[in-house]
């Protein structure tokens, strides 16, 4: 490798993150290119300043940088590489992530990662929460929307992240203190190619860890059941189990009670956002992460559950009128993640749809009770209608969120019960209708205020 070559670094995919890294880049005074295969985003750097970075993938330059900063969203491996990846592998150029970056600039700091397909981002929040809570300086970055590189740490700022498979896979040298695996299940196949990747993809986040470190895993799924005992094979990092049930050595919450090595520690005061059986895991993850992290005592820990609001689009309380509660989960974009809200309510109008995953709504029959009538929405409405006919449950192709809101609404209205939700959870991507989940969800918010709001 040629270490006098005058551009280090090569920026691909001009996203969220990849804005974030050339901002950090030109602030470290890096010399740098980028590009980006979608033009609209080539055309918002222009904007910002960056026109005379963007290098087309063909020009000879990108041979001769010595590292890529490639952004998650790009395939790395499947469904093939993108050229960018055969570049660089031909070219010997060190292929990193943003997260590596930052590691590899701020490397004193104490760092807690965590990663699952369900609950990481709801985990990293809480951890955030009880930190900020009891006034010691963190940081809250990675998948969970924020650029990790829009962090700007203090030597004595706790570092959490919040960790995707595709991030996990471009990390080299990043070692986390506190290391969080809360679960695994069928999700991003078509970009690790299988699930036995997959997993293997997601053990990665214990990667580097040594004998001060702390491995926290959940034993409450077979996958992360397996890798727990292949942990404490392979290493020398303090292993931490958690769970839903009992357990002899580690940490489990059911309901609604903390437990740490079979002991009772406490009952809890959990508020609307921590309500739901999924969300005992997250919070033994959060107390385990917090407690091999910090000196907090379990009561400076858990005093600071009652005031969490938690997450925009995450099971997010939107408000209640006419005995029916409005519930925006939009951030569900498979069925492993609609099925905690539908575990968590009772009487439930459910607006689901967009981008099927693979699998679609097949576990649905466990809740036909608990679903008064279901409205389908985005490109999957003939798959999810098939699964809801095969089971005989009520629903309505509603085709737009705004038509579902109406109709549920309609319905809810004229049912005389209490405790009535109308739940959006749509257990598919947002892609086919909206720019992301994020909109979906603020436009549901929207329809949702403007009911409650209403004076009629």
């Known amino acids: 490798m040629n270490n006098n070559k005058k551009i280090k670094y090569g920026v691909f995919g001009l996203g969220i993150s990849g804005i974030a890294t050339l901002h950090f880049l030109k602030e470290k005074k890096e010399k740098f290119i980028a590009w980006d295969d979608n033009l609209s985003n080539r055309e918002n750097i222009k904007t910002q300043g960056f026109e005379d970075c963007l290098i087309q993938l063909n020009n000879p330059i990108w041979k001769e940088i010595i590292i890529l900063v490639l952004s998650p969203g790009v395939p790395l491996y499947f469904p093939k590489p993108h050229p960018v990846v055969s570049l660089a592998e031909k070219n010997n150029i060190e292929i990193i992530c943003d997260i590596e970056l930052f590691y590899r600039t701020f490397r004193d700091n104490i760092y807690i990662g965590v990663t699952g397909t369900n609950g990481k981002s709801t985990t990293v929040a809480l951890i955030f929460h009880i930190l900020n809570h009891n006034k010691i300086p963190c940081q809250l970055g990675g998948n969970i929307g924020k650029p990790i590189l829009k962090c700007t740490p203090s030597k004595n700022d706790i570092i959490i992240i919040e960790v995707s498979s595709f991030q996990i896979d471009l990390l080299k040298d990043t070692k986390f203190d506190v290391a969080v695996l809360l679960n695994i299940s069928k999700d991003h196949l078509d970009r690790h190619g299988n699930m036995e990747n997959y997993i293997s993809t997601k053990y990665k986040i214990f990667s580097n860890q040594q004998k001060n470190d702390t491995a926290i895993i959940s034993v409450d799924d077979v996958n992360t059941e397996m890798l727990s005992t292949k942990l404490e094979k392979d290493s020398s990092a303090n292993l931490i189990k958690i769970s839903t049930k009992k357990i002899n050595n580690g940490v489990s919450v059911l309901n609604n009670t903390l437990y740490r090595k079979d002991i009772k520690i406490r009952e809890l005061d959990l508020p609307t956002s921590l309500q739901g059986q999924h969300n005992q895991e997250n919070i033994a993850a959060a107390y385990a992460a917090t407690y091999s992290s910090t000196n907090l005592s379990d009561k400076e820990i858990l005093d600071a ?123 598919a991507s947002s892609l086919d209708q909206w720019k992301n989940f994020e909109e979906r969800g603020d436009y549901f918010t929207k329809l949702t205020h403007s009911f409650i709001n209403d004076t009629k």
């Not at 408000?319 to 029916?324: D, P």
């Not at 575990?343 to 679609?360: C, H, L, V």
């Not at 109709?407 to 257990?427: F, G, M, R, V």
Request: aromatic share 10%.
């Open 305 to 427: 559950l009652p005031t969490f609001q938690g997450l925009k689009h995450r099971m997010e309380y939107i408000g209640e009128k006419h005995n029916i509660k409005f519930i925006n989960d939009s951030k569900a974009t498979n069925f492993e993640s609609t099925e905690k809200a539908l575990k968590t309510f009772e009487k439930i109008y459910w607006i689901a749809g967009g981008i099927a995953k693979d699998g679609g709504i097949d576990g649905i029959l466990h809740f036909k009770n608990k679903l008064s009538h279901v409205f389908l929405i985005g490109s999957s409405q003939e798959n999810f209608s098939e699964t809801l006919k095969a089971f005989s449950i009520p629903y309505s192709t509603s085709n737009s969120l705004e038509n579902a809101f109406t109709q549920a609404l309609e319905l809810a209205k004229k049912d005389t019960s209490k405790n009535k939700t109308i739940l959006l959870s749509p257990a």
